[in-house]
């Protein structure tokens, strides 16, 4: 954040404080892109960005009245940012710790004698509705056999990025599969 | 829910808010409450006969000394640690709890120097003592969590540790003023020992209090 944007902020926070409904929105997409650009240069391109935007937002909001007018804006605003950071991180490293070993994929991938129900088209097309990027990453994993570095130095990700979305599309996945089952 | 939709939550949310005064002048005036509940303790139960000449004993002095720089330094750090980006300097947690921990310290190098065994009998714990310690501190402690909380901890474990130590450290300076008995097992035993339970409720219970700020 450059002198001139924290001043702009500091402005805006005053009139928020205030109740000024239009400053606050404009101070909430500042500090959007100042969450962003912050989260990157942190850690990269990881897919949780917008988790980390979204609960700095809420933090902020909640935290509005300890903004203290005479004090700097930039400490105040990078201090909610970087504890949500560490936050989401943690929350992160502990999802990937606890379910990444139970592979759900492995499961709607397995051969037919494992679920005598399962349908090879139905997971092709469950994965052809899939985001492009979770797409690609599953496909790469458990249709062309390539390696999550492999996918990783592909795609221009950390392979903790390339597990988050594999996750991620699982869970999709699973949901989707599910339900075909129950029909 | 995109951030988009969120920022227009949010801003339709807004409330005129009245930001908190500074970290330095909520702990002052938690600091003469504070004071206003020591001395309120020792006038209604009564100040020890020899206050004036345990002052002089080095020993008593020097435990009082860190129990006063522990409540001076606790507070203010509770209060900034709930201010985002106020409290950042590590020293600011550190100086309480070296103060806390410079007052056993003190009492064992007196138990040591005197040669007597710390567990003897008849027992050195008065509930009298534990039952003043536990009031003040719950009085000063309460009142210290209930401000803090108003703001916002990021650090809820740091904050309540801090703050309990404030607490404990005006149970305990108070009854240090009242208690006749310089014994190091009693100390140690009477007023430390019940110390660090209140301690270990103030993290438990006060850590939990510090994080209702975040729900909506």
């Given at each position: 954040m450059t002198p001139e944007q924290e001043r702009q902020c500091a402005t805006f926070m005053r009139l928020a404080q205030a109740g000024d409904q239009e400053a606050y929105a404009s101070l909430l997409v500042l500090l959007t892109q100042a969450t962003r650009r912050?989260?990157?240069?942190?850690?990269?391109?990881?897919?949780?960005?917008?988790?980390?935007?979204?609960?700095?937002?809420?933090?902020?909001?909640?935290?509005?009245?300890?903004?203290?007018?005479?004090?700097?804006?930039?400490?105040?605003?990078?201090?909610?940012?970087?504890?949500?950071?560490?936050?989401?991180?943690?929350?992160?490293?502990?999802?990937?710790?606890?379910?990444?070993?139970?592979?759900?994929?492995?499961?709607?991938?397995?051969?037919?004698?494992?679920?005598?129900?399962?349908?090879v088209d139905a997971i092709h097309a469950a994965v052809r509705g899939l985001p492009p990027r979770q797409r690609d990453v599953i496909e790469g994993l458990k249709f062309r056999d390539e390696s999550v570095s492999d996918i990783a130095g592909r795609m221009k990700m950390t392979t903790s990025a390339v597990k988050v979305t594999a996750h991620r599309g699982y869970r999709t996945l699973r949901k989707l599969l599910g339900g075909r089952r129950e029909d | 829910?995109?951030?988009?939709?969120?920022?227009?939550?949010?801003?339709?949310?807004?409330?005129?808010?009245?930001?908190?005064?500074?970290?330095?002048?909520?702990?002052?005036?938690?600091?003469?409450?504070?004071?206003?509940?020591?001395?309120?303790?020792?006038?209604?139960?009564?100040?020890r006969a020899d206050l004036a000449a345990a002052l002089g004993r080095p020993a008593f002095l020097g435990?009082?000394?860190?129990?006063?720089?522990?409540?001076?330094?606790?507070?203010?750090?509770?209060?900034?640690l709930s201010v985002p980006g106020a409290g950042r300097s590590r020293a600011l947690h550190v100086l309480p709890v070296l103060a806390v921990a410079a007052w056993p310290a003190i009492w064992l190098v007196v138990l040591a120097e005197a040669g007597a065994p710390v567990v003897q009998r008849p027992t050195p714990?008065?509930?009298?003592?534990?039952?003043?310690?536990?009031?003040?501190?719950?009085?000063t402690g309460g009142l210290l969590f209930a401000m803090v909380s108003r703001a916002?901890?990021?650090?809820?474990?740091?904050?309540?540790?801090?703050?309990?130590?404030?607490?404990?450290?005006?149970?305990?300076?108070?009854?240090?003023?009242?208690c006749p008995l310089d014994d190091p097992r009693h100390q140690l035993i009477g007023h430390v020992l019940t110390a660090v339970v209140v301690l270990g409720a103030g993290l438990l219970g006060g850590r939990r209090a510090l994080e209702t700020w975040r729900r909506p």
């Open positions: 912050f989260t990157r240069a942190r850690l990269g391109g990881v897919p949780w960005i917008d988790d980390v935007v979204q609960e700095t937002l809420l933090t902020i909001h909640r935290a509005l009245h300890t903004y203290d007018p005479a004090r700097p804006f930039g400490p105040w605003f990078y201090a909610i940012a970087s504890n949500r950071l560490i936050d989401a991180a943690r929350r992160e490293r502990r999802v990937m710790s606890r379910e990444i070993p139970r592979d759900p994929a492995l499961d709607v991938a397995a051969p037919a004698d494992r679920d005598e129900h399962l349908d | 829910m995109k951030t988009d939709d969120l920022i227009v939550q949010l801003a339709r949310s807004a409330r005129p808010v009245t930001p908190l005064r500074p970290p330095v002048v909520r702990a002052a005036w938690w600091f003469a409450a504070a004071v206003g509940v020591m001395i309120g303790a020792v006038v209604a139960i009564g100040p435990s009082f000394a860190v129990l006063l720089i522990a409540l001076a330094s606790a507070a203010p750090a509770a209060f900034m714990f008065h509930w009298a003592c534990a039952i003043e310690i536990v009031l003040c501190a719950l009085a916002a901890p990021l650090r809820p474990g740091w904050t309540a540790v801090v703050a309990s130590l404030a607490g404990i450290a005006a149970g305990t300076a108070a009854t240090q003023l009242i």
